[in-house]
């Protein structure tokens, strides 16, 4: 059974190396996305939690002088991180330290890696809307396990334990990472066929899931670094951002089946 904040850990100890002597060129928090930009002009990006901006949101005592400092004194929220926004600045600098691996495959349609199929089983951890109608579509079933009352109605624990239990492909959003709630997710998986993390916050570092039953990454790598920080800084979203990522699928466990019936 995975600890809750085990990947964060690992993710940390695996970019802390990384982050000696490099430096933050520039820090935003908005109100959809932190994005972190290094001396080297990479950039991560890190999802804003909209359920918890409300309990968090304060003002950041060490503001105005993160540019120029140490990338590693914003690693560190990774795993000191007191709330999800300190862990989410955290998450932005590991993935602007993670260089994407030669085998990421440009995304054609996330759905599409998954091949699935009728009368299978699908849980999505995180309502990702756009991909609700495409899976549908396939003759799959859907349970979306969401924890913002706001987006949709919150299932009860019986139908997320049974959900998880039963499923044949888990879709997880990458913001569990910043709520803790990753490793709960994953302990409570039987044995779906496939199990992916996606999201733009998704870090591309297939060790530090080697243990988990995370057998595809779908992320986004930056390619317009001051057009995605200005989108950031006017509080825009994913949509905004879409023509300046680059969507790319690793598959990181390839002895697994595709498909099962």
């Known amino acids: 059974m995975l600890k809750p ?53 304060m003002v950041l005592q060490n503001a105005g002088t993160y540019a120029g400092s140490p990338a590693s004194s914003l690693l560190k929220y990774l795993v000191e991180g007191k709330n999800p926004l300190e862990r989410a600045i955290g998450l932005a600098t590991a993935n602007a330290l993670i260089d994407p691996p030669r085998d990421a495959m440009d995304d054609r349609e996330a759905t599409s890696y998954f091949n699935l199929q009728a009368g299978e089983r699908v849980v999505m951890i995180g309502l990702f809307s756009p991909l609700v109608q495409r899976i549908l579509s396939t003759g799959a079933t859907l349970t979306v396990i969401e924890k913002n009352p706001e987006r949709m109605e919150i299932p009860c624990e019986r139908e997320k334990e049974e959900a998880l239990k039963g499923c044949d492909v888990a879709i997880i959003t990458a913001t569990t990472l910043l709520n803790h709630t990753f490793e709960e997710t994953v302990n409570g998986l039987g044995t779906p066929r496939c199990t992916a993390v996606i999201g733009p916050s998704t870090p591309l570092l297939p060790e530090i899931f080697q243990d988990t039953p995370v057998t595809h990454l779908g992320g986004a790598v930056v390619m317009d670094p001051d057009r995605v920080m200005r989108i950031i800084s006017e509080a825009g979203g994913t949509p905004a951002m879409r023509p300046a990522l680059r969507f790319v699928n690793l598959i990181i466990k390839r002895d697994l089946p595709l498909y099962h019936p």
């Not at 940390?12 to 935003?28: H, I, N, S, W």
């Open 5 to 57: 904040g085990t990947i964060l850990e690992a993710m940390y100890e695996r970019t802390k190396p990384t982050a000696q002597g490099t430096e933050v060129l520039d820090l935003r928090v908005g109100l959809g996305y932190v994005g972190v930009r290094l001396g080297n002009h990479s950039m991560g990006l890190a999802a804003q939690l909209s359920d918890v901006i409300p309990s968090v949101c």
